[in-house]
């Protein structure tokens, strides 16, 4: 959600991030994580969770200190990073180490633009459709709390970020409905590709929005 959509609502209003599309993103979740609930390994989501915990705390202190733009440009730089180094063929094994050092990464990023899945979703890209959207799914679920409180901390997010939410939630359902239909498509050989297009199209549009 957050990979196509982060950049489009920039252009369209910048409020809607990241505040709105995050706690659209908490709902978008609790659909997703009970649709595909036998994908998840707990085990996994706890080690990233912990890892969520510092990332959120740190892109909340990095949004109160430097311009938005410059968060934007550093984490589209970022993005294109991690597909760099998936498409080098580097594989990051799942253990316990990595999973708290990616969920890190995706916390700082999920408070300070929105866009928390890239490190997540090159950290499961080999694995099957289910075992991707369902554990991703269950890390947001929480991460997604997170991520609102911080920002409600900061004073990043009140009345008018909750309208803003409201606004979002009537396309957040007609997208879920749908993707009960593509994801079986996206299950195949498409998977990984589409993840890696998605990632760099949204990195991309990020930087060039915040040059100078």
Request: net charge positive.
């Amino acid at each position: 959600m957050g990979l196509i959509a982060v950049p489009l609502l920039l252009l369209i209003h910048p409020a809607f991030v990241p505040g709105p599309l995050i706690l659209t993103s908490f709902f978008l979740n609790i659909l997703v994580s009970h649709r595909e609930r036998e994908g998840i390994n707990f085990s996994q989501i706890g080690w990233i969770i912990i890892g969520r915990l510092f990332g959120t705390l740190f892109g909340a202190i990095i949004l109160v200190l430097l311009p938005k733009s410059h968060v934007s440009m550093m984490l589209g730089i970022l993005i294109l990073s991690a597909v760099g180094m998936s498409m080098s063929g580097v594989h990051i094994p799942l253990t316990n180490r990595n999973l708290i050092s990616v969920g890190t990464l995706s916390g700082f990023m999920a408070t300070t633009t929105a866009i928390g899945g890239p490190p997540l979703a090159l950290l499961y890209q080999k694995e099957r459709g289910i075992i991707l959207r369902g554990n991703l799914a269950g890390i947001f679920l929480i991460g997604t709390i997170l991520s609102t409180l911080a920002l409600i901390i900061i004073g990043k997010f009140g009345l008018t970020e909750l309208l803003l939410s409201i606004e979002l939630f009537p396309g957040t359902l007609i997208g879920f409905f749908l993707s009960g239909y593509t994801a079986k498509i996206l299950d195949g050989r498409f998977l990984r590709p589409a993840v890696l297009t998605i990632s760099t199209i949204s990195a991309l549009v990020v930087i060039l929005k915040n040059l100078p």
